[in-house]
């Protein structure tokens, strides 16, 4: 909860500091600059339905909902928002999807092609009830492709941590997952994120060399800010986020950790 609330008080010191800059761009009659967040969820359980309406609520007023697909350029003044769900579990699309539907938002479904209809092993090993969800399984997939909001990316074949896999491992579980997905929705799969934020450069490599347009991480950056960008970060929010706590993240205000983490890492070894 510390935590919580010291991240939550920077993001709000980064906010103010936003309001000044934006503010002293109209002074001098600048266009404010363009912004877009990528934020993920994971799974959303039906009693976190309400919460995760008002959170979409919240994301139609604030800003303008797009395709990652769409997202070519930023253009002044405008805060976009894409909205992503890893793990493609069926309560997305029983709990989730309606609410996005409604609003005419948007989305992208990362789904790993291997957990198909199956409660994957990383729930498997919580025996918490409230935890056993299950992958939406082939039939599913290709309903979901059918509504156009939504589109599929891949999540890999099993889920696994790319970088504890050795070199062919780990090719086949970024290129593998691509196939199987086409083959179930006939359409080209162009997105992959990878399972935990985990990758180096040469699992960049290999999913360009497969085909895909773009690939995401976990890292709390704003999105879409270079034409070239191949790496795309995103920001983790959950319908047990603060209602403060949520806008922030849309306004892109958790920016910050990133250097927070390379500060930590490089005070760490400087200790030891």
């Not at 919580?4 to 936003?18: G, Q, T």
Request: include cysteine; charge should be neutral; proline fraction near 4%.
């Amino acid at each position: 909860m510390t935590v919580r609330l010291v991240k939550l008080v920077i993001s709000i010191i980064v906010w103010v500091f936003d309001r000044l800059k934006n503010a002293l761009y109209r002074l001098f009659g600048f266009e404010t600059p363009g912004m877009c967040v990528v934020l993920y969820y994971h799974a959303i359980f039906p009693e976190q339905r309400d919460r995760f309406s008002h959170q979409m609520d919240d994301l139609v007023r604030i800003a303008q909902p797009v395709s990652g697909s769409e997202m070519e350029s930023l253009e002044k003044g405008i805060s976009y928002v894409v909205v992503t769900f890893d793990d493609g579990f069926r309560c997305v699309v029983e709990n989730a999807l309606p609410e996005l539907i409604v609003r005419n938002i948007p989305c992208t479904v990362f789904v790993p092609s291997g957990c198909l209809g199956k409660t994957p092993s990383w729930i498997q090993k919580n025996n918490t009830d409230k935890n056993q969800e299950v992958v939406m399984d082939e039939n599913e997939v290709k309903a979901l492709k059918k509504i156009g909001l939504v589109s599929i990316g891949s999540h890999t074949v099993s889920h696994t941590r790319l970088t504890s896999l050795g070199e062919e491992e780990a090719r086949y579980e970024i290129l593998r997952s691509k196939e199987t997905l086409e083959a179930i929705i006939g359409e080209e799969i162009q997105f992959l994120s990878f399972p935990y934020g985990a990758f180096n450069e040469k699992h960049i490599e290999m999913a360009r060399q497969g085909g895909y347009k773009r690939v995401f991480s976990i890292t709390p950056v704003c999105a879409f800010i270079d034409s070239d960008e191949y790496v795309t970060g995103r920001v983790r929010v959950d319908p047990t986020d603060w209602g403060i706590e949520f806008r922030l993240k849309l306004l892109g205000t958790y920016r910050w950790l990133p250097f927070a983490f390379l500060l930590k890492s490089k005070i760490h070894a400087f200790l030891n």
